[in-house]
């Protein structure tokens, strides 16, 4: 007979979940397995709501199996630790992403790529080795194999870091893989959400001159202002993105929505790299005949792999960058849902889990 | 009064030109410039059909200016040189490809870059710098400056030499630039047309393992008995095309005609590159989650600059890379043509010029 989710595991948890398409969430009670020898618990503090959250609950993937307890931005306290972990104690601050397992054997998890491996288990609505669906961090704790689990840095903000685990290594590793680090270069970010601003920071500690473009033109001021960026292209006004082509190496595309990427491409330098992580839910029109005439490309990046998402951590604590956060109760999280598909958030929710999921 | 173009210019030549749409080939006579200080002028011997020479004597583009003399594959002796020439001499074997001119000044130019430049003046069709119309190589005679013009290596027959200038550097560029030119590599190709079996010349002279993409099963045997493919796939198959996912590191994509992407894509392995070399005129629906998912790119290419060309040239005398050409006399052209229209071609038709061109 199949275990309810409270008594699938030794552990009670207490996370809010949504339990059908209209991606409403609400109190949810279930169980975390046993601490393994390579296990790490943590305590969660903060968990950044990320738009692919939404899209979760939502099911507008079309892969979501409820109940689902969003979250892959968790920021916590270690409160157990198996015999076999080194690199963790009691009492460290540790983050979890997006990935909570993989098959440790293939090529790509041999060199670190453990975000493109071909068996990977997501932190949440991902089927787990031994049967059960993997529950996310909108919940009051986690069981995690210590390779997943990642040194929070010392000097950031929990609540403010928690973005880091999925926005901040989203656009980092695309950046580095792609070679958009060199100072002096121009880098375009196309959508100005989660996704978007840390892009500009983590663009701008690289030396970078950084372009938003963005169908807002209200949010021009802020973005040069406050987030630092050097200017800022509408895209709706034909003229300024006529006098801005060909003037950007690279654009780290964060829009989610389908959109033509013909004028996004057009900015682009010779060689120019247009680098998509926003995961729109229908194909997009690429013109090919741009991408010939320039040998300019587009391509894809998932997140990273775990060595990578640490080296960010270091780089976001070296150079003090966190997230711009509008903090939540768990109970407002419907409420941010809302605000969220409507691009209403500077520039994300962060759900303050230890003072609103209570512990059992 | 409208520039006559036997009159244009002071020495006398005749090739065969379209007058309109129809695209029909005749006699024509013109006039090739004096040569000047940098200039080369060389009789023309052989020159190669690209399927671009009947786009545009068709009007395919919408930008043909008529009458068109075709021809940017074009091989033959040097009969004059200029007085600052310093590369060649009379008598030498030389070619010229799809480029005659360039503004010699932006960063495309100075990296070697000629085929980006936003101002390049192609070998037919296109304005020259003193306004008149460049006249291509189904002719008796060419004159380029020396940049323009491309050594033909002492071993390399000038029938076969032709084809290189624009289906050989046309493969020849993204197979390097994208590093699809390490031995062991697994290279797709897609289209087996000029530049598909060009692709599988160069791909299986770096060592590298060449599957075909095809949509015609009678051209396997001769795919693999004769061009060294090792192995063939037909895109309609599914289950082909399911059992191959991602086994290729690259393909280069030679179809213009509008296609699907999905298919290719899953073809590439994780870090997997679809490079494009035919330009469909409309854009193409490209898949967003396999992008990402496996770290995928796709771009674009077009044709190559000289000093690459010459590099390709050279390399392909040195290991034996020729085209499989079908010499036709001159007045053949326009059976060819259509011919080349329905893909009866193995796999370049070169016009004897040198034998079968006669003034009128």
Redesign the interface.
């Known amino acids: 007979m199949s275990k309810s989710p409270e008594t699938q595991y030794p552990h009670k948890a207490l996370g809010w979940a949504a339990t059908d398409t209209s991606g409403i969430l609400s109190p949810f009670h279930f169980s975390r397995r046993e601490n393994g020898d390579d296990d790490v618990t943590v305590q969660i503090l903060f968990c950044g709501v990320c738009h692919s959250d939404l899209h979760t609950v939502k099911n507008d993937w079309g892969f979501t199996t409820y109940p689902v307890v969003p979250g892959h931005e968790i920021v916590g306290v270690v409160t157990k630790v198996g015999n076999n972990v080194k690199n963790f104690k009691e009492g460290d601050k540790v983050g979890v992403g997006v990935i909570v397992e993989s098959c440790k054997e293939c090529e790509c998890c041999q060199q670190d790529l453990e975000n493109y491996c071909p068996r990977p288990v997501f932190t949440y609505n991902s089927p787990y080795y031994d049967g059960t669906r993997t529950q996310g961090g909108y919940s009051n704790s986690v069981v995690v194999h210590q390779r997943y689990v990642l040194r929070f840095p010392d000097n950031l903000p929990l609540d403010a870091g928690a973005p880091l685990l999925c926005a901040g290594i989203t656009v980092y590793s695309p950046m580095k893989y792609y070679g958009m680090t060199e100072p002096g270069k121009h880098l375009g970010v196309a959508g100005l959400g989660g996704l978007g601003h840390v892009a500009i920071k983590i663009g701008k500690a690289f030396g970078l001159k950084v372009t938003v473009i963005s169908g807002s033109p209200y949010k021009e001021a802020e973005a040069i202002d406050r987030l630092g960026a050097d200017s800022f292209l509408v895209s709706s006004d034909p003229a300024k993105m006529k006098a801005a082509m060909g003037t950007m190496d690279y654009i780290i595309d964060t829009i989610s929505a389908v959109h033509s990427l013909t004028s996004l491409l057009s900015l682009l330098k010779l060689n120019g790299k247009l680098i998509t992580v926003g995961l729109p839910n229908k194909p997009l029109e690429v013109p090919i005949f741009t991408l010939v005439a320039g040998r300019k490309l587009v391509g894809g990046s998932n997140f990273g792999g775990i060595k990578e998402t640490q080296e960010m951590l270091d780089f976001c604590g070296k150079h003090n960058i966190t997230a711009d956060i509008e903090l939540i109760k768990i109970d407002q999280i419907n409420t941010a849902m809302e605000r969220l598909s409507k691009g209403d958030v500077k520039y994300r929710f962060v759900i303050d889990v230890a003072n609103s999921i209570s512990s059992l | 009064m409208a520039s006559q173009p036997e009159l244009e210019h002071p020495r006398k030549a005749f090739g065969w030109a379209a007058r309109d749409p129809s695209g029909l080939l005749s006699p024509f006579n013109f006039s090739r410039r004096e040569v000047g200080e940098k200039d080369v002028a060389f009789k023309v011997l052989y020159c190669g059909i690209c399927h671009s020479d009947l786009h545009s004597l068709k009007n395919e583009w919408g930008n043909s200016i008529y009458p068109i003399v075709p021809g940017h594959e074009v091989a033959g002796v040097v009969t004059e040189v200029g007085s600052k020439v310093e590369k060649f001499k009379v008598g030498d074997k030389v070619g010229v490809g799809c480029l005659v001119d360039s503004c010699r000044t932006c960063?495309?130019c100075s990296d070697n870059?000629e085929n980006?430049c936003p101002q390049f003046t192609l070998t037919y069709g296109a304005k020259y710098r003193d306004s008149t119309i460049t006249y291509g190589g189904y002719s008796d005679s060419m004159v380029a400056d020396e940049h323009f013009v491309i050594r033909i290596p002492e071993g390399l027959p000038l029938d076969a030499a032709a084809p290189l200038l624009c289906a050989g550097i046309t493969v020849y560029s993204p197979l390097r630039?994208f590093e699809l030119d390490k031995p062991g590599l697994h290279v797709g190709v897609v289209g087996l047309g000029g530049l598909g079996h060009m692709a599988v010349k160069f791909a299986k002279a770096f060592r590298a393992k060449v599957t075909i993409i095809s949509t015609s099963p009678n051209k396997k045997e001769e795919a693999i008995q004769h061009l060294g493919a090792d192995s063939f796939l037909i895109s309609r198959d599914v289950d082909q095309m399911q059992a191959a996912k991602g086994s290729l590191d690259g393909i280069i994509d030679t179809v213009s005609a509008a296609h699907p992407l999905?298919p290719l894509i899953d073809l590439l392995k994780?870090?997997g590159k679809l490079v494009?070399?035919?330009?469909?005129?409309k854009?193409?629906?490209?898949?967003?989650?396999?992008?990402?998912?496996?770290?995928?790119?796709?771009?674009?290419?077009?044709v190559g600059g000289l000093k690459e060309t010459q590099e390709m040239i050279d390399f392909a005398a040195k290991h034996n890379v020729k085209p499989d050409i079908e010499v036709i006399p001159m007045d053949y052209v326009n059976t060819a043509m259509k011919r080349l229209v329905k893909a009866d071609v193995k796999y370049r038709f070169v016009i004897d010029i040198g034998n079968t061109l006669k003034p009128y």
Do not use: T
């Open positions: 960063h495309s870059l980006y630039y999905l994780s870090q494009m070399v035919g330009a469909p005129d854009p193409l629906e490209l898949p967003i989650f396999p992008l990402l998912a496996g770290r995928k790119i796709v771009a674009g290419s077009l």
